[in-house]
């Protein structure tokens, strides 16, 4: 069992920035492909960008290509989701979640086995 903790949400303005982290509690060795989602109010969650455990590729929605950043330390454990140039819409609960290898199928919710449980991120205009 893995349980993954966001943090680095909060209230901004748009056209600032944020960066997001998420780290699984506890011990864990093994190197698991990442993807971060959201949910607006309202709204089916939905994805926003994934990379592979080797941080070999990521992948990026069209919404917030060019805009949003996703990375990783493995040494740290840790995967962040930088999100500059933020709009009104980028605002939802922003989920981290893991699975062991998500081939072609990085952009499917179920596809992932872990999830943490949501930071807020709110854009005001």
């Known amino acids: 069992q893995v349980h993954l903790v966001e943090s680095g949400g909060g209230l901004v303005q748009a056209g600032d920035s944020l960066r997001l982290s998420c780290a699984p509690s506890g011990r864990t060795t093994i190197a698991y492909d990442m993807g971060w989602f959201r949910q607006a109010p309202g709204k089916e969650r939905e994805f926003v960008a994934a990379?592979?455990?080797?941080?070999?590729?990521?992948y990026y929605a069209d919404s917030v290509k060019g805009r949003f950043t996703i990375s990783r330390d493995n040494a740290k454990k840790t995967v962040y989701l930088q999100m500059n140039s933020l709009k009104p819409e980028d605002t939802a609960v922003y989920y981290c979640?893991?699975?062991?290898?998500?081939?072609?199928?990085?952009?499917?919710?179920?596809?992932?086995?872990?999830w943490g449980q949501g930071t807020q991120v709110t854009v005001s205009s």
């Open positions: 990379i592979r455990w080797n941080a070999g590729m990521t």
């Open positions: 979640a893991a699975d062991y290898r998500f081939g072609d199928r990085y952009d499917h919710i179920d596809e992932y086995d872990y």
